[in-house]
C-alpha cells in the first residue's frame, strides 16, 4: 500500500516536471533572444549572445519606452480598480439579491458577450468620437470597467458563498453595503485576486480596441508598439524581444503579488474560526 | 543734400525690410501634419528625413507621424472612414498599391485629388496607373517594388554558372540552375512558403495579365499566364530545388543562413539581405526570371505603396504642398534614404542622382540601383483591380491539391474561379 | 410561517440593494455595448462597399449558406472547439488538483510555472511557436533525436499538422489560464470535505472525481462558456501563425487555419469591406455560441 503510493508520488512528479519543462522552455529562449541580434533570433540561435547591452539602448532612445510603459500602466491601473469595484458589485447584486427580474438582465448581458468585438467597432467608435474621447486614456478606461466576463466569473465564484453569513450579519444589523465591504469582500479574496490578474492581463494585452481610439504615438500602450516594430520588411528582432520580455515582467510581478492568497483557503480558514 | 540721401536710404531699406517682413509672413506656412505609416525601419524614418527638410524651409510646420503596423493602419483607415467622422483622421497616409482602388472606390471622396497639384509625368508610370480613378490622380507615389533575382555567387560558380547565366532566363531554366545547384552544393535554390502568394503576382505582372481582365471581371480559369504560373509553382516544388518555409521571418532565416543560393522579390529586401553581414561580397542581383510565355518580359513588381492626402482633413493643403516639394522634387532626399534605408524611389529624376550609381560592395560592385531603375521601366502597367487578396486567397485554398496532384491545374483554376466569383458577388 | 411576513418586510427594500449594486454596471454596457449591438443589427440588413451601401434585408444571412469560405471557417472553427477545449480543460482540472494538495512540494513554482505561459502577449508566444515548429525547427529536432520520427513533420506547412501545431499552441497558452479559475475556486472549499471523504476511504481519484467535478460545477461551467467563446472567436493565434509577411494569400496552409472570426476581419479590412456582410458572419457566431452554451448549461445542470 505505502510503496503503491509512492509509485503514484513519483508519477505525479514526472508529469509535473514535464509540464514544467514545457511551460517555461519558451521562456528561455524569448529571454536568450534578448541578448541576440535580429539575425541570430530569425536563425533560431538558442544560445546567450552579447547583443543585450545595445538592444536595450536601441529601445529606450528610438522607442519612447519610458513614456509608453507609463501609459500602459496608467490605463492598466484605472481599468483594474474599475472593474474590481464596478463588476464585483454587479456580480454580488445579481448573485445575493437573486430576482426574476435580474436574471433577465444577467441573461442578456451573457449573451451580449457572445458578439465578436469587431462587429461593434465602428458604432462603438462613432459614439467615442461623439463623447469627445478619441484619443484619450479615460475613453479606454471607460469603455472596459463594466466586464461582462468579470461579472460572469465573479458571480459563478461566488455561488460557493455561503448565505447564511449574510443571513446572520443581517440579524447583527449590518447594513447592505457594509455586508458587502467588511464581510464579503475579505472572505473571497481569492476570487478577487483571479479577477484582478486577469482583468490586469486582459488591459495590458489589449489590442485591438486601444489601437483604434489612441491616435498618437504619445498614448501608445507596451502591446501597440510591439505589433508596429514586429510588421517591419525587417524587424529588429533582438529588440522586439527586449520589448516582449519587459512588457511580460508587470504581469509576472502582478502575479507573484496576488497569488498568495491561492496558497491557502480564505473561506475555508474563515470559516474554521 | 547728404542728410536728404541718408533720409530717403534709411526710409528705402526700412521699407525693404518691412516689406520682407510682411511677405515672409504671408507665405509662411503653419501647422501640424499629421501622418500614419507602418515600418519603423523603412517608411518611418524616411518621412522623417521628409519632414526635417520640409521643416528647415517651413519652421513653422510641425508633424507628427504615428507608427503603426501595415494591417492596423489599414484597419484604423477603415474604421474611420467607413464610421464617416472625420476627427481622428490623419493628414497623409501610407497605402498599398495592391488596395489602392479598393480604397478609392469603396470610399469616394475620401481622398484629395491631386491630379492637378504633382507633375505625375515625373514618376514610373506603372505606379501612377495604380492611383488613377475615372482620369484623376489620388496619390504621391513613393517605393518601387521592382522586382530582381538576388542570387549567391560563390554557390552558383560551383554549380558552374556565371552571371551571364542568370539574367533574361525563363523560370524553366532557373529551375534548371536550381537542380543543378542542388547537386553541386547541397544547398536550395529558394526558400518558398507554399502558401505564399508573392512568386505568384511577380509572374503574373512580368507577363502584363493579373487575375482580373481590363474591365475588372474575373480571369482565372482561362487566363494562360496563370495557368503557367501554377504549372511553375507545381514544378518548382516537385523539382525538389526549395526549402520550404512558413511565413516570412523563416523565409529571411533561409537566405539569411546561407540555406538558399537566391531569393526573387521586391527590391525593398535588400535590407535584409545586407543584414547578413558575413555573406558581404558574395551576392549579385539578376533580372527576374519571366515565364514562358509569349509577352512575358524579365521585370516585375512586388508590393511597394504610395502617400495619400485626406479630403477632409484639417491640413489637407498643406500636406500636399509637403509632399511636392519633397516627394515630387527634392532629388538629394531620395539620394539619402536609398543610401540609409535602401529605399528605390519612383521618382525618375532622382534615378540620375549619384547614390543609385553607386558601386556596392556587398553586391561585388555591381551597380545594383543603376540596373534597379533601369528594370522599373521595363515593368509591364497592369490594373489590380479591387479584389486582388480575395483572389490570392481563392488560389491558395487549392493549392495544397495541386502540389499533391489531387486535382488537375484546370480544375484547380475553375474550383478557384467559381469560389472567388462566389466572394465578390456576396 | 411567520418568517413570511418578515421576509416580505425585508424583500423590498433588499431588492432595490439588488439593483443598486448592479446600477454601475448596467448603465455603462447600456450604452456602450446595447447601442453598438443594435447598430450592428441593422448592418447586418445590408450589403457595402465601404461607405457605398444598400439594404438587401435578410439577404446576407441567406448568403451565408452559400459561401463556401465561410462554410470552411465554421468547418475548422469547430474542430478546434471539439478537440482543443476538452483537452485544455480537462489538463486544467488535474493541475489545478494535484496543486491544491497540500503535500506536493514546490507548489508554488509550478504554479508560477504552468500560469507563465498565459501571461505571455498573443504577439509572442505565437512568433515563438512559428520558430519553433518549423520544419528544421526544435521542435523537430529532438523528436529525430530521440527517434519517434525518421523525417521531420510539416508543422505548419501541411493542412492537417497546422491544425495540430494550432491546439498544441492553444494548449500551451491556455491551460494555465484555466487552472487558475480552478485553483482560486478549490481554495474556497474546506478541507474537511475531503478530510471526511479520506476517513470514508475514497482515494484521489474518486475524490477527484466525486468531490472535486461536482463543487467546481459552477467555475466548470464558467471556463467551458469562456473557451467556447474563446474558441468561436479565435482571432490572433491563427493570424499569426499564418503570417507571412507582406503576401500571405491564406490562413495557415490551404487556408485550414481560418477561423470565423478572422473571415469577419478580412471581411472588414484585407477584403473589400463589407461591414454589412460582416455584421451578419458576427451574428452567425453568436447563434453558435449561444447554441452551445445552452447546451452547456443544460449538461451541467446549472439553473441560471
Keep these: 500500500m505505502k510503496k503503491n503510493y509512492s509509485i503514484n508520488r513519483i508519477l505525479v512528479y514526472v508529469f509535473l516536471v514535464f509540464t514544467f519543462i514545457v511551460s517555461v522552455f519558451p521562456f528561455y529562449w524569448m529571454v536568450a533572444g534578448m541578448t541576440n541580434s535580429a539575425v541570430d533570433v530569425i536563425k533560431g540561435k538558442m544560445t546567450f549572445g552579447n547583443q543585450m547591452l545595445s538592444n536595450i539602448t536601441t529601445l529606450f532612445t528610438t522607442y519612447n519606452m519610458v513614456r509608453i510603459l507609463l501609459n500602459s500602466l496608467k490605463v492598466t491601473g484605472f481599468t483594474v480598480l474599475g472593474i474590481l469595484i464596478v463588476s464585483s458589485m454587479a456580480a454580488y447584486g445579481f448573485q445575493i439579491y437573486s430576482s426574476p427580474a435580474r436574471e433577465k438582465v444577467y441573461g442578456l448581458i451573457i449573451l451580449f458577450m457572445m458578439v465578436p468585438f469587431i462587429a461593434l467597432m465602428i458604432p462603438l467608435f462613432r459614439l467615442i468620437v461623439k463623447m469627445h474621447l478619441l484619443n484619450t486614456h479615460s475613453g479606454l478606461v471607460l469603455t472596459s470597467i463594466a466586464s461582462v466576463f468579470i461579472i460572469f466569473f465573479l458571480r459563478q465564484s461566488f455561488k460557493a458563498f455561503p448565505y447564511e453569513i449574510i443571513q446572520a450579519a443581517r440579524v447583527d444589523g449590518a447594513g447592505e453595503f457594509r455586508i458587502f465591504f467588511s464581510i464579503f469582500i475579505p472572505s473571497m479574496k481569492s476570487s478577487y485576486a483571479a479577477a484582478a490578474i486577469y482583468s490586469f492581463m486582459a488591459s495590458w494585452n489589449a489590442y485591438l480596441w486601444p489601437l483604434i481610439i489612441l491616435q498618437t504615438d504619445k498614448q501608445k500602450t507596451v502591446t501597440l508598439m510591439i505589433s508596429s516594430m514586429s510588421s517591419a520588411y525587417f524587424p529588429e528582432w533582438g529588440v522586439i524581444m527586449t520589448a516582449i520580455v519587459i512588457a511580460t515582467l508587470p504581469i509576472i510581478i502582478v502575479f507573484f503579488g496576488f497569488q498568495k492568497y491561492f496558497v491557502q483557503g480564505m473561506l475555508g480558514s474563515s470559516l474554521k474560526q | 543734400m547728404l542728410k536728404r540721401k541718408f533720409i530717403i536710404l534709411v526710409v528705402v531699406c526700412l521699407f525693404l525690410v518691412v516689406s520682407s517682413i510682411t511677405y515672409a509672413e504671408s507665405t509662411e506656412k503653419s501647422g501640424e501634419i499629421t501622418i500614419w505609416s507602418w515600418d519603423p525601419n523603412f517608411n518611418i524614418p524616411i518621412m522623417q528625413e521628409a519632414a526635417e527638410r520640409y521643416a528647415k524651409d517651413n519652421p513653422k510646420v510641425t508633424f507628427e507621424i504615428t507608427e503603426l503596423a501595415k494591417a492596423d493602419v489599414e484597419q484604423k483607415l477603415h474604421i474611420n472612414l467607413a464610421s464617416g467622422v472625420t476627427a481622428g483622421l490623419p493628414d497623409i497616409v501610407l497605402i498599398e498599391d495592391y488596395n489602392a482602388q479598393k480604397y478609392l472606390q469603396s470610399y469616394p471622396g475620401a481622398f484629395a485629388d491631386l491630379t492637378d497639384k504633382i507633375k505625375f509625368s515625373d514618376f514610373a508610370n506603372y505606379k501612377v496607373g495604380l492611383m488613377t480613378l475615372d482620369g484623376k490622380v489620388y496619390g504621391v507615389p513613393f517605393d518601387s517594388g521592382v522586382s530582381g533575382l538576388f542570387y549567391r555567387t560563390d554557390y552558383l560558380e560551383k554549380a558552374g554558372y556565371k552571371s551571364e547565366d542568370l539574367n533574361n532566363i525563363t523560370w524553366d531554366k532557373f529551375i534548371e540552375i536550381g537542380k543543378k545547384v542542388k547537386e553541386k552544393t547541397g544547398k536550395a535554390m529558394i526558400g518558398f512558403g507554399l502558401d505564399d502568394g508573392g512568386l505568384m503576382r511577380i509572374m503574373m505582372q512580368s507577363a502584363g495579365k493579373w487575375y482580373f481582365d481590363d474591365k475588372g471581371n474575373v480571369n482565372l480559369s482561362n487566363n494562360d499566364a496563370l495557368k503557367e504560373a501554377f504549372k511553375t509553382y507545381k514544378a518548382i516544388v516537385d523539382s525538389g530545388i526549395i526549402k520550404k518555409t512558413s511565413g516570412w521571418s523563416e523565409w529571411v532565416a533561409a537566405f539569411n543562413n546561407g540555406d538558399t543560393a537566391s531569393v526573387v522579390t521586391g527590391v525593398w529586401i535588400i535590407g535584409s539581405v545586407k543584414a547578413d553581414k558575413a555573406s558581404s561580397g558574395k551576392w549579385k542581383v539578376a533580372t527576374t526570371p519571366r515565364l514562358n510565355i509569349a509577352g512575358a518580359v524579365n521585370a516585375s513588381n512586388l508590393g511597394g505603396s504610395s502617400w495619400y492626402v485626406l479630403e477632409n482633413s484639417k491640413n489637407r493643403d498643406l500636406a500636399i504642398d509637403f509632399l511636392n516639394q519633397i516627394y515630387a522634387g527634392d532629388i538629394d532626399f531620395y539620394q539619402k534614404i536609398l543610401m540609409d534605408r535602401g529605399a528605390v524611389g519612383t521618382y525618375l529624376p532622382a534615378q540620375s542622382g549619384a547614390a543609385y550609381s553607386k558601386e556596392d560592395e556587398f553586391f561585388s560592385g555591381q551597380k545594383v540601383y543603376t540596373d534597379f531603375s533601369g528594370w522599373i521601366k521595363a515593368i509591364p502597367t497592369i490594373n489590380y483591380g479591387i479584389y486582388t487578396y480575395e483572389a490570392d486567397a481563392a488560389i491558395f485554398t487549392v493549392m495544397p491539391d495541386v502540389y499533391s496532384g489531387k486535382i488537375s491545374i484546370e480544375d484547380a483554376l475553375e474550383k478557384a474561379e467559381e469560389q472567388l466569383k462566389d466572394q465578390i458577388n456576396r | ?304
Aim: hydrophobic letters at 50%.
Design chain 3, 1 to 304: 410561517m411567520t418568517e413570511k411576513g418578515i421576509s416580505r418586510s425585508f424583500i423590498k427594500p433588499r431588492d432595490k440593494y439588488g439593483w443598486l449594486f448592479i446600477s454601475l454596471a448596467l448603465i455603462l454596457l447600456g450604452v456602450l455595448l446595447f447601442y453598438p449591438i443594435v447598430y450592428s443589427l441593422y448592418l447586418s440588413t445590408m450589403s457595402s462597399k465601404g461607405i457605398v451601401q444598400k439594404f438587401v434585408g435578410f439577404g446576407n444571412y441567406v448568403k451565408l449558406f452559400q459561401d463556401s469560405m465561410f462554410i470552411l471557417a465554421l468547418k475548422n472553427t469547430l474542430t478546434f472547439f471539439l478537440i482543443q477545449v476538452p483537452i485544455m480543460l480537462f489538463l486544467a482540472l488535474i493541475l489545478a488538483t494535484i496543486l491544491n494538495d497540500k503535500t506536493i512540494k514546490y507548489r508554488g513554482l509550478f504554479r508560477t510555472a504552468f500560469f507563465l505561459p498565459a501571461v505571455t502577449s498573443l504577439i509572442a508566444y505565437t512568433i515563438l511557436f512559428k520558430m519553433m515548429f518549423s520544419l528544421d525547427g526544435f521542435i523537430n529536432g529532438v523528436l529525430l533525436n530521440v527517434h519517434i520520427i525518421n523525417s521531420p513533420i510539416p508543422w505548419l506547412l501541411d493542412p492537417f499538422w497546422a491544425k495540430v501545431t494550432l491546439i498544441i499552441g492553444l494548449t500551451w497558452r491556455w491551460t494555465g489560464y484555466n487552472m487558475i479559475f480552478y485553483l482560486s475556486a478549490l481554495q474556497n472549499i474546506p478541507e474537511e470535505i475531503y478530510e471526511a471523504a479520506k476517513i470514508d476511504g475514497a482515494n484521489k481519484v474518486k475524490q477527484f472525481f466525486y468531490i472535486t467535478i461536482p463543487l467546481l460545477k459552477p467555475l466548470i461551467l464558467f471556463t467551458a462558456i469562456m473557451s467556447t467563446i474563446g474558441t468561436l472567436q479565435l482571432f490572433d493565434e491563427p493570424m499569426n501563425l499564418s503570417q507571412g509577411g507582406v503576401t500571405s494569400a491564406t490562413i495557415g496552409p490551404g487556408n485550414s487555419l481560418l477561423t470565423l472570426s478572422v473571415y469577419v476581419y478580412n471581411l472588414c479590412f484585407k477584403y473589400m469591406p463589407n461591414f454589412g456582410y460582416a455584421a451578419t458572419v458576427s451574428y452567425a457566431i453568436v447563434l453558435i455560441v449561444a447554441l452551445l452554451s445552452i447546451i452547456q448549461f443544460k449538461l451541467m445542470g446549472d439553473k441560471k
